[in-house]
């Protein structure tokens, strides 16, 4: 097999790989969380299989608590309804 076709078969792997390092670094909305998150008032384990209560949730990932109440994104910081962090 020629060189120039591994790389071009490649290339478009690595290039995803590096895209979700950089967006996992920079825990943006794009970036994949494998860890477990918990509420941010009440310390409430959010469950592994989530269901989404708005379109943020839906096309971002993130819980909302059943305890509290409180939105929470993927990374585990409060957020309000467009996903915006919450200081």
């Not at 478009?12 to 909305?29: C, Q």
């Not at 949730?57 to 996903?83: A, F, L, S």
């Amino acid at each position: 097999m020629s060189w120039i076709l591994i790389a071009k078969l490649l290339s478009p792997i690595i290039g995803l790989f590096l895209f979700f390092k950089v967006e996992n670094a920079r825990k943006s909305n794009l970036g994949i969380n494998f860890n477990r998150v918990h509420c941010p008032n009440c310390q409430l384990k959010m469950p592994i299989i989530r269901r989404p209560q708005n379109e943020f949730q839906k096309n971002y990932g993130g819980w909302t608590c059943k305890k509290c109440g409180t939105m929470i994104n993927k990374w585990g910081k409060e957020v309000d309804e467009d996903g915006e962090i919450i200081p």
